[in-house]
């Protein structure tokens, strides 16, 4: 079996399609309706994205979303969902980590998700990610009534800082001797006629 290279983009509303497929499949007593998530792609705080085999670029294997509007410092993870034939292969994961990273581009500082008390795998990957439980809400999801564990993730502010002048020295030289042995190899390499640059 081949190893599977995933790629993310940007959802559309042409993935609509799609996206409800694997959403019927995936929550069967408490999908979303097509229109609620044509509405969500539309959403010009949100960020969607869908995820899909290399090899088989029209075929969606996964999908999620983000509600974070720009000049906010709260976000939430709306959903996150993959197709049962592309489960258990690192692709859930992926996907959060990209919506993380989206979230901390806009601003975001803390991060909000809800997740069923009866879905411990995606706790375990939301506990992986530095997500704590908040508090639970009682029979949040219906008609199952299933309780909804609140989670949240404290994105850190990016922090630059200025090297001391050692430190400065220290990589100027290092970066020096690179270089020098760079041309060295180059020269040495470059001559004949399958040298490439």
Same mark, same amino acid.
């Given at each position: ?5 995933? @790629? ?69 993870? @709306? ?62 999801? @219906? ?31 290092? @970066? ?22």
């Amino acid at each position: 079996m081949r190893d599977t290279i995933w @790629q993310l983009r940007y959802a559309t509303p042409d993935d609509l399609d799609a996206i409800m497929g694997i959403e019927t499949a995936t929550f069967t007593s408490d999908a979303w309706s097509r229109e609620s998530m044509a509405a969500e792609l539309a959403n010009e705080h949100a960020r969607y994205i869908v995820a899909f085999d290399a090899e088989e670029a029209d075929a969606v294997a996964g999908y999620a979303g983000l509600l974070a509007p720009r000049g906010g410092t709260d976000g939430d993870i @709306q959903t996150i969902a993959v197709a049962e034939t592309a489960r258990r292969r690192g692709l859930g994961r992926a996907m959060l980590a990209h919506l993380v990273d989206v979230a901390r581009r806009r601003g975001v500082r803390d991060l909000f998700l809800e997740v069923r008390a009866d879905n411990p795998p995606a706790q375990h990957l939301y506990h992986s990610f530095g997500f704590e439980k908040l508090a639970v809400r009682r029979g949040y999801y @219906q008609p199952d009534n299933i309780d909804a564990i609140v989670m949240r993730l404290r994105i850190p502010e990016p922090v630059t800082t200025v090297a001391s002048n050692e430190h400065a020295a220290a990589h100027a030289s290092a @970066q020096t001797a690179h270089d020098a042995t760079a041309h060295a190899a180059t020269a040495s390499t470059a001559s004949g006629p399958e040298a490439r640059a």
